[in-house]
């Protein structure tokens, strides 16, 4: 129904006279908030008669803890930008504080952030404070408790509405309460404060979603009972801060230049960097429970690593594909190890959470307040490239950035001094998305001069005046092209006009969020008892916490200094042990520390490889899986340059019965830490065959024999030239196991068998084919190891029994590598 002004006008005041003149009416205002309902009304309509154009509705928003330090501190300054921002366009608004203080303290207090709230700069000030007068006027402080509180909320909204002469467009309820208070809240909005049809609900929802998956998950599905996913906005607040809203549409604008440089083949690494200056005194309640990864690493930090990441849609004004395109680059994450994290926690903190917790002096927490993480993706944009992430407490600098450094491959000529910022190829590349403080002091986007001129829109971007002596990241500030916004915003501004105009690519969805924590959790699980290192705090920490990374693993540069206890008598000095030599079950054994010991075999691989080269052109080399290779692995792929692997084959010795790509497969070990990172020719790699068909390991699929086929094709004699054997606590080798029914004798080269423990379906190398080898290595390490190194010295020839023993090469040698905690115990 369209009114026009005069008429909106005449009707509210025709409604207000009729409620005026109605028995009781005025006794509903007694209630100390109705005056103030009344006003709020009365101000709507107002307004929308002042209004020129058409209202498209009206629009209530619900602040949930409005009396709560985030809302004091951002919440009502961002509703009242809203309100600047929208207020004359197409909707009226209204706006609830709502918290479970008393109505007398709730008031005051709304009013008194009311009356701080401040224009932006370009606002002239009588204009402010009349918009000021506006908001102050559609605001209103209510006591928000129980259920028939939610129920009377709704229908002051729907009274209001009607008074006014309007349609209602939304509601938006604003969650900033802690998360234990959700689900109530939850219900009553579900059950009684939705909208009516054709008008929608936002309910926006501040973090912590979740400690880990499993509570991420129960959290999002009880969510899920009461709002539809379009319904809800997970803030992340660094989605709102420009500099990092900025990288979609800056990675759009610049696409052309980008196409080519946005790729493993140029970028060398990329910082995603939060350093603060505060520590956690206060909150320690909070962070005990959380730590650094969970504050902030799991959230913004991989929430900016993802807009990076991506791949850019092609209309980055499409929620539903950037949400898509981003799901992808969650998706693309490698899996975290142990190692690809440092931690460190600041001295003070122990005793911090002591004091606010009550806990007893001996209490010392192992929550970390510092952590570097180094990321890969598996795709083939970003193969390879490291991704730093890193933040903490009680750091040097307070400052956040996205730092994008591009390699360099240039040699100049012309000597140093003389080199030109925009032309001179050999200066640092770099694109940095300065997300505040810091030495500059605002957000930015900065981009080296030899590499672009970017773009950037001209309404909200300027370029930076000339700040001489700033030096960022090693260079001038005038090596870049350096850009401002215009006007500076909070984060939480930024997201609440994003919500009001339903932009769900700025806010976390429920796939996302779990997907990040599935990316996440392992690793917090496999940190859980990891001793953080302990920083003074503040320009004290100097190198401490420096850190570097080679492959996937992360490790602090400087050694902590550690304070040894000397313990009774001379302690054994690791350069005390000589490679043993001796021998085992009457065959050479070569007894070693684990790296010395790794190192020799690597050593002794190379050796054997480089001679069968020689001697016949190839090498067949034949490695099992397990956790024991995987040193050896890595020692060949980084210190083995000479290894001639474009004339290795590369068997395997057994392998389980999952997919290639799965974790547990011993192929995607291989492949994980060695074949990576050597060249060995693809047509030279043979993977076991135990997923023919969409089938795993089934008998009529004969993946055995057809790798017995591939053997005797491509192996003179069915003889390899190396197979690499260990050697499991019962006794079993290969995929041999005690009292395998095949595979310990006969004349299949190639077995299915059974394992005892998980996955059960086991595809295996034969004793027998084994035995053809011209060598065997046994490599055997760790202390569990100890028993069956010691049974196995004293048995016989007992393959049904201890299948290792069955190891006898016919013609060829076997030799055995034991660290000296699987020797000597
Ligand atoms: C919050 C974390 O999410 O982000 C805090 O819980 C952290 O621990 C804060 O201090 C940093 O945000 P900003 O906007 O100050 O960089």
Redesign the pocket.
Known sequence: MKLTLNERYKRFMAVLAVGLSRPGFLAHFRHPGCWKMLTVAMCMALLGCLQAQELRGHVSVILLGATGDLARKYLWQGLFQLYLDEAGKDYSFSFHGAALTSTKQGQAFVAKVLESLSCPEDVAPDRCAELKGQFQRLSAYRHLATSEDYVALSKDIEAQVQHGGLREAGRIFYFSVPPFAYADIARNINSSCRPGPGAWLRVVLE?PFGHDHLSAQQLATELGGFFREEEMYRVD??LG?QAVAQILPFRDQNRKALDGLWSRHHVERVEII?K?T?D?EG?TSF?EEYGVIR??LQ??LTEVLTLVAMELPHNISSSESVLQHKLRAFRALRGLQKGSAVLGQYQAYSEQVRREQQRPDSFRSLTPTFAGVLVHMDNLRWEGVPFILMSG?ALDE?V?YVRILFRNQAYCVLSDERWVADQSQCLPRQIVFY???GELGSPAVLVSRNLFRPSLPSESWKELGARPGLRLFGRPLSDFYAYRPVREQD?YSVLISRIFHGRKDSFVTTEHLLASWGFWTPLLDSLAHEVPRLYPGGAENGHLLDFEFGGAQLCFSQQQPEQLVPGPGPAPMPSGFQVLKAKYRESPLISAWPEELIAKLADDIEATAVRAVRRFGTFHLALSGGSSPVPLFQQLATRHYGFPWAHTHLWLVDERCVPLWDPESNFQHLQTHLLQHIRVPYYNIHPMPVHLHQRLCAEEDQGAQTYASEISALVANSSFDLVLLGMGADGHTASLFPQSPSGLDGEQLVVLTESPSRPFQRMSLSLPLINRARKVAVLVMGRVKREITMLVSRVGHEPKKWPISGVLPSSGQLVWYMDYEAFLG
């Open positions: 973090k607040h660094y801060k939060m603060e505060v956690a909150r962070y504050d902030v959230n913004h407490k307070r956040g997300i505040g403080h984060a």
